[in-house]
């Protein structure tokens, strides 16, 4: 699992696997995330990211 939260929290809505957002899940698999497709996160992972988004503006 790729850790990008260093640079900026991921969006609520990106992939449940990587946290990168939908548009970088290129078809056909010739971008950087070939290994899997792109799948809404969980309601769990939702809520964490909007939480870290939330205390990263602070
Ligand atoms: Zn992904």
Do not use: V, W
């Not at 640079?7 to 950087?32: D, F, I, L, Q, V």
């Amino acid at each position: 699992m790729a850790d990008n939260s260093k640079k900026h929290p991921a969006n609520p809505s990106s992939c449940r696997h990587c946290g990168n957002p939908r548009s970088e899940h290129t078809y056909p698999r010739s971008g950087p995330m070939d290994c899997h497709g792109y799948e809404e996160p969980t309601e769990r992972q939702i809520l964490a990211r909007m939480l870290a988004r939330r205390a990263a503006r602070t």
